[in-house]
Every structure is written in structure tokens, then in C-alpha cells.
């Protein structure tokens, strides 16, 4: 990355609280997607205005469980993005029993800038959900 880059370095999903990606989670337990972006000198230190959407799609009913969610927007260096490196965390609710065996997948979106924005991508590894602990 050069000093006019940002970028998200990856998304996942991880257990509430976790530090890790994991790629099972029990239909009735709330998880998280982490969004981990980061923006290098020149942006940062104008404070470049941000946005970062997630989607939330379960491949197995081909449908969207969270639809172009925005998950923070403001300036660079404000209190969400406050350093040049940052995660971003979007609880996602319980799935319920009626996904137990589908597989889900997220996808983040960074836009920098409003005219002519520069953008960025990433998508999280498939993970599954399961039926509940003991």
C-alpha cells in the first residue's frame, strides 16, 4: 500500500467477544463480523470521509440475511476509526434453527472520499451454521 491507500485487510466471523475467526456458529447464539481496514498516511491525515457496508448472504437459501448495512461512516481519525489501522465490529442476531445446516458468507465495502471515491473489497471464508450446544 502507498501513502494514498485504504483498504479493508479482511472480514470474519468470530464468537461474541472472541479474538479469532471461526467458521461454526450455533443457530441460537448471537456472533460477530469483524471488518479489518486500514488507511495509510495521506488519507488518514486529511481525515478523509468513510463508509463501511456489510452484507450477510446464506448461500444455501440464496438470500440475503443483511442487506448494504452500514456499519460506520464518518471521518478518518473520528472516535469509530480513530488510528490508521482498525477493526469495525457488526453483531449479527441468532440465526434460529430454521438455518441450522446453511452456510453464510459476509462481504465488506470500504468507500474513501465522496468525489471520485476510492474503494475497497473483501469477503469473509463460507462458515456454517450449526444446531445448538449440548
Not at 74 to 89: R, S
Amino acid at each position: 500500500m502507498g501513502p494514498n491507500d485504504a483498504r479493508l485487510v479482511r472480514v470474519f466471523p468470530r464468537k461474541m467477544g472472541a479474538m479469532i475467526a471461526d467458521v461454526a456458529f450455533p443457530s441460537d447464539s448471537v456472533f460477530e463480523i469483524v471488518v479489518e481496514c486500514k488507511a495509510e498516511t495521506a488519507f488518514y491525515a486529511i481525515g478523509a470521509k468513510y463508509e463501511i457496508r456489510i452484507d450477510v448472504i446464506d448461500f444455501s437459501a440464496m438470500t440475503s440475511v443483511v442487506t448494504s448495512a452500514i456499519v460506520a461512516t464518518g471521518h478518518l481519525g473520528d472516535a469509530v476509526w480513530p488510528t490508521q489501522a482498525q477493526q469495525i465490529v457488526f453483531s449479527i442476531s441468532a440465526p434460529g434453527t430454521v438455518n441450522e445446516g446453511h452456510v453464510w458468507k459476509s462481504i465488506a465495502s470500504l468507500k474513501i472520499g465522496i468525489t471520485n471515491p476510492h474503494t475497497s473489497l473483501a469477503e469473509s471464508e463460507l462458515f456454517l451454521i450449526t444446531s445448538p450446544l449440548g
